[in-house]
């Protein structure tokens, strides 16, 4: 086990209304981001589009998982980037 | 789960608070005003998800209806606390604001969780398909059977399916035999066949026997995780039609700066400060732009998810929007209308001989062969339990056909074989099927035919289904093929197409997809590997039988996971539904918008009833788009153009 946490911004343009559409969207990214595998840990915060992941670095790698972002239309950047365990 | 209860419980306490703060005034109790307030303020103060939004959306240059509640519902606080004529006249006024205020946040909040709740169970499509992965396997390491969680489970590794069990990988049959339900995967419903050698996929129900599995694809890698991951994708690409619905949420802050600025003047100079303020917060209460934001997303979400229920996906909203246009459908022929292997359909005898004899015959002497035919007839034989011995000798004529010796009996298989002799009966028979567009195949016994093998591509079962229902709809229908004319015009008399194409070699369906473009929105329906240029060049592109083929998913605009060709129709209907929905969705928010804001604007609205009308309009919308994922396949009878 080797656990990494990273904060990445992700952000969309087409979400341009209220609350129910962006926590419709968060809710679609968070259960697609924390069904890959090694990531154990996601929170996305709906409005902020800020998103915290703890992820297994012995199971997956970080470019697996921004990619997984950009194929779902986000636009990607590393805040932070810290090993937890 | 644990989120929806805790929004539920907010709800609830906001709604007790509220409550209780309007009710103490009316008791006896001492300091019953004060205690009013600080309950009414706690049950405000319980709205914060609300102000969260708000403040959090202004930072991001988001214009929200929570935005707007927000700044209503602090102005009726402030209100409630500090203007003067409310103290003047007693304290029945200022927590009257402050009931309101804490009426309007109960509601708003109770709205919100409502919603969630709502999109939440738009998932329901796609959190069924997770479910049916299994999270562990049965393996076998060093010779024992153990429980490992599926992520452990490596390639090459052997996994042990009991009767009953979900496969957990994607891989080969090493041994054991059992009916295998693919439902997930194709949307058939009828259980296949894997015995030996078999693929089979994670997610797939094993019914009634064991089965060691090879391990080839696990967690991620598998169809099934592919294609739950691309129905995720799908369903965050925004259709078009949602620009006009954004256009308008960005002209929403200018209007209700506008609006809201102009009551508050106008009502100033003409019923007073108060009037004023509680108009303008009405109308800052009313004004609902999330009705028209949401409208497109969760419909387009609601669609794909029923889509991929019955085993399609359909790759995006711009898709959605482009097959509710279609106005015709172009199908390949081999392999899409047709099962794609020639089978024996009948068998024609002479004399004395039986059908039995004559496949029997037929296949001892084609029995190591591999041409196609062949193939067909050693099924057939299969089919008809007969057992075939091996011929005593035999040899294959390229293009003509095989002589065979069996014991003492000689074999002639095939039109070309010249020592056969031909009846004048079995010679005008051969030419009859022949013009119907099957392949004859004579069998011969010591040189005299005793039967006519007849071989056809057959169309597969529903495709004639398919051609109605499409007609029903008030589609054209088309075949493109590169087969001759005669099997061509055959094909298309069985299933109904209003027009064919033969003898069109791959670079000639493309351009005759853009011949068909002229005057026409049109789909083109093929196996999603040889069709791909056709398939790319028509408006929307279908790739049928998709399951267990990346190359084809990722070529078309729509994948039918199984082979099930009247889908095509129901991908079809349910687009035409689904934009309806969002474009009648985004006229109602509209409209609705336009007749709250005025009746707010001119007094006729609480701000209570103005919250109560928001939220009713903003839920509605989205039930409404949630609904798109109970749709369900019309039967033929039913449809309508």
């Not at chain 2, 907010?10 to 309950?39: D, M």
């Not at chain 2, 497109?296 to 794909?304: E, G, K, L, Q, S």
């Not at chain 2, 082979?563 to 095509?568: A, M, S």
């Amino acid at each position: 086990m080797n656990i990494e946490k990273v904060i990445l911004n992700a952000s969309k343009t087409d979400c341009t209304g209220c609350s129910t559409c962006a926590d419709f969207k968060a809710d679609n990214l968070q259960h697609a981001i924390a069904r890959l595998n090694g990531v154990s840990k996601v929170k996305v915060d709906e409005i902020t589009g800020k998103t915290t992941i703890e992820y297994d670095t012995q199971k997956i790698v970080l470019s697996k998982i921004t990619e997984r972002f950009e194929k779902l239309g986000y636009k990607v950047e590393i805040v932070s980037r810290e090993e937890i365990q | 789960m644990i989120e929806q209860f805790k929004g539920v419980v907010l709800v609830i306490l906001l709604g007790l608070f509220a409550l209780a703060g309007a009710l103490i005034p009316g008791t006896q109790i001492a300091y019953a005003h004060e205690i009013s307030i600080a309950l009414t303020l706690i049950a405000v103060a319980l709205g914060y998800r609300i102000y969260r939004h708000g403040i959090r959306s202004l930072l991001h240059k988001n214009i929200t209806a929570q935005l707007f509640a927000t700044i209503a519902i602090f102005i009726s606080v402030i209100a409630g606390l500090l203007i003067p004529s409310a103290s003047a006249t007693g304290t029945a006024e200022a927590v009257g604001y402050l009931t309101a205020s804490a009426i309007v946040a109960f509601i708003i909040l109770a709205g919100m969780t409502l919603e969630d709740y709502i999109i939440h169970r738009t998932r329901g499509a796609l959190e069924t398909l997770i479910k049916m992965s299994p999270k562990t396997a049965r393996v076998r390491r060093d010779g024992k059977e153990v429980q490992v969680p599926i992520d452990e489970v490596k390639k090459g590794e052997i996994v042990l399916v009991k009767p009953g069990d979900n496969i957990p990988v994607d891989g080969t049959v090493l041994s054991g035999h059992s009916t295998v339900n693919q439902a997930t995967i194709t949307g058939e419903s009828i259980p296949i066949e894997k015995t030996v050698g078999d693929r089979t996929f994670a997610g797939t129900l094993n019914e009634n026997g064991a089965l060691e599995i090879i391990v080839e694809k696990v967690a991620e890698d598998t169809t099934l995780a592919h294609l739950i991951q691309l129905v995720e994708e799908a369903q965050e690409k925004k259709a078009p039609i949602q620009n006009i619905a954004d256009r308008f949420t960005t002209y929403f802050l200018p209007i209700m700066t506008i609006v809201s600025s102009s009551v508050f003047v106008a009502s100033y100079f003409t019923l007073g400060f108060e009037a004023a303020l509680a108009r303008t917060v009405t109308v800052l209460l009313v004004a609902c732009p999330c009705a028209l934001s949401i409208a497109v997303p969760v419909a387009v979400a609601a669609t794909i998810g029923n889509a991929s229920m019955n085993a399609i996906i359909i790759k995006g909203g711009t898709h959605i929007e482009k097959l509710k246009d279609v106005t015709l459908v172009a199908f390949d022929k081999t392999g899409t209308l047709t099962i794609g292997e020639p089978r024996v359909v009948e068998v024609k005898t002479f004399g004395n001989y039986s059908e039995a004899d004559t496949i029997k015959y037929a296949a001892i002497a084609e029995k190591f062969s591999e041409h196609p035919l062949s193939k067909a007839i050693i099924a057939k034989a299969t089919e008809m339990n007969l057992k075939i011995p091996d011929p005593t000798d035999f040899k294959t004529i390229p293009g003509q056909g095989v002589d065979a010796h069996f014991g003492n009996k000689h074999i002639l298989i095939g039109r070309k074989m010249t020592e056969t002799i031909i009846s004048v009966e079995a010679n005008q028979l051969m030419s009859k099927v022949e013009s119907e567009g099957k392949t004859v195949i004579p069998v011969a016994l010591d040189k005299n035919v005793i039967g006519i093998i007849v071989v056809a591509d057959t169309v597969r079962a529903n495709s004639l289904e398919a051609i109605q229902r499409l007609k029903r709809l008030g589609v054209k229908t088309a075949m493109l093929t590169g087969d001759n004319v005669r099997t061509a015009k055959s094909i298309a008399g069985q299933v109904g197409v209003d027009e064919y194409h033969a003898e069109l070699l791959p670079e000639q369906k493309v351009a005759y997809i853009g011949e068909l473009k002229k005057g026409n929105v049109v789909a083109m329906v093929g196996d999603g590997v040889n069709d791909a240029p056709a398939l790319a060049n028509s408006d929307v592109g279908f790739a049928m039988g998709a399951a267990g083929s990346d190359v084809a998913i990722e070529t078309a605009d729509v994948a039918l996971l199984g082979d099930d060709l009247t889908k095509v129709e129901y991908a079809i209907s349910l687009s035409r539904k689904a934009f309806n929905r969002m474009k009648g969705n985004i006229v109602y928010a509209f409209i609705w918008n336009i007749v709250a804001l005025s009746l707010a604007a001119f007094g006729i609205l609480n701000p209570v009833l103005a919250v109560v009308l928001a939220e009713a309009g903003c839920i509605s919308v989205v039930i409404n788009s949630a609904l798109l994922l109970l749709s369900k396949p019309k039967p033929l009878a039913k449809i309508k153009g």
